[in-house]
């Protein structure tokens, strides 16, 4: 099989898409011969992704509805049709910690960007698949979503896991559809988002790296050929998953260092 062919003629839409994991996988979408469509809030970085992978920047805020259609339907116009969406977007800011400390705003923020945008995401695309007959939706959940974290972020956490419970009812739900949804659940990975949340705090790092058994943090570069995978027909008999790439920390008590 010629892998840089695996998603020729399809179309993706990657929320998130302008850095980090979502930069990686347009990459990835786009060698393996997908046409790809980022949305992102920052509109200087998200021109960037997008030249660099020959691909489309859509500017939108993945809390509002209009503007979720709106990007989903953009990408729809332009090339077709949907058949991939990375719903990948999401935050973990410094003030969401132990739920003792974090309160109401700081909670909500959260949610809205981690838990409804997938939300809306799911049902912009779902609009476009279902009269498709087709489609690959994969939603970034997380490792904290199947087990506790050793470093609070009460409303990440609780995000993630509603992340989680979606995509696998939604896998379940549109089977028979003839569209699959996965939820990526990674472990701690070397991107920005990690980087500020550590930089501050060495120990906090310290203490989450312990964990994992292969003893470093994930390259988006390998999460991205993850979600590659479960974009692809090689995962046509995979839906409703929690697709766990977390470096073996779910299957493991305290690793030393």
Not at 153 to 165: C, E, M, N
Request: charged share 20%; aromatic share 8%; glycine share 8%.
């Amino acid at each position: 099989m010629d892998l840089t062919q695996r998603l020729a003629g399809k179309v993706a839409v990657i929320t998130g898409g302008a850095s980090g994991i979502g930069l990686a996988t347009a990459k990835r979408f786009a060698a393996e011969g997908a046409k790809v469509v980022i949305g992102d809030m920052d509109e200087k970085a998200g021109l960037a992704a997008a030249d660099l992978v020959d691909g489309l920047f859509f500017k939108v805020n993945v809390t509002e509805e209009d503007e979720v259609n709106a990007l989903f339907d953009t990408a729809y116009l332009t090339y077709g049709s949907v058949d991939i969406a990375f719903n990948n977007a999401g935050i973990s800011p410094p003030e969401d910690d132990s739920i003792e400390t974090t309160e109401l705003p700081a909670w909500q923020k959260v949610q809205d960007v981690n838990l409804k945008s997938v939300y809306l995401c799911c049902r912009a695309a779902l609009r476009h698949m279902v009269r498709q007959g087709k489609g690959s939706i994969i939603n970034t959940a997380s490792f904290v979503a199947v087990m506790g974290s050793a470093t609070s972020q009460i409303s990440y956490t609780a995000s993630k896991g509603g992340v989680l419970a979606m995509s696998r009812e939604l896998g379940v739900q549109f089977a028979r559809q003839g569209i699959r949804v996965n939820a990526l659940c990674p472990g701690p990975a070397n991107t920005p988002l990690l980087q500020e949340l550590f930089a501050a705090d060495p120990e906090r790092a310290a203490r989450r790296l312990v964990h994992v058994p292969l003893g470093r943090f994930a390259e988006a570069e390998e999460l991205a050929a993850a979600v590659a995978f479960l974009a692809s027909d090689d995962a046509s008999f995979i839906t409703a998953s929690t697709f766990l790439v977390d470096g073996g920390i779910s299957s493991a008590y305290t690793t030393p260092m």
